[in-house]
């Protein structure tokens, strides 16, 4: 069974890059086809689509985050990585990483992280 796991980088001052690294066991992410991601949830909103990258390593980000947004991966330690620049307090969520089998996170069928919450300090 796949499971994931977020690291927890805990405080983020504002203006600072958060990097979020998810940790993937029981199953290849190079292997497919499949997409690895993160959404993450606001305190009091709802699930919000950040963006992926495939098992072939191409990637796709929300546009109102691509700026900000770059995912990567490191396949010799079945990891991929989240990097948001500039962040600011409404960055403030709890993020998940997932598998999927398109680019979007579809709900509860899919493999979901715990999730790590992230608090950004202004």
């Known amino acids: 069974q796949v499971q994931l796991q977020e690291s927890n980088p805990g405080l983020v001052k504002s203006s600072q890059t958060l990097s979020l690294t998810c940790t993937v066991s029981?199953?290849?992410?190079?292997?497919?086809?499949?997409?690895w991601g993160w959404i993450r949830q606001p305190p009091g909103k709802g699930l919000e689509w950040m963006g992926a990258i495939s098992t072939s390593g191409s990637t796709r980000y929300s546009p109102s985050l691509k700026s900000r947004t770059s995912i990567s991966r490191d396949t010799s330690k079945n990891q991929f990585t989240l990097q948001l620049n500039s962040v600011t307090p409404e960055d403030t969520a709890v993020y998940h990483c997932?598998?999927?089998?398109?680019?979007?996170?579809?709900?509860?069928?899919?493999?979901r992280g715990r999730g790590t919450q992230v608090t950004v300090s202004s």
């Open positions: 029981g199953g290849s992410i190079t292997t497919g086809p499949y997409y």
């Open positions: 997932y598998r999927a089998s398109t680019w979007y996170y579809a709900g509860e069928s899919e493999y």
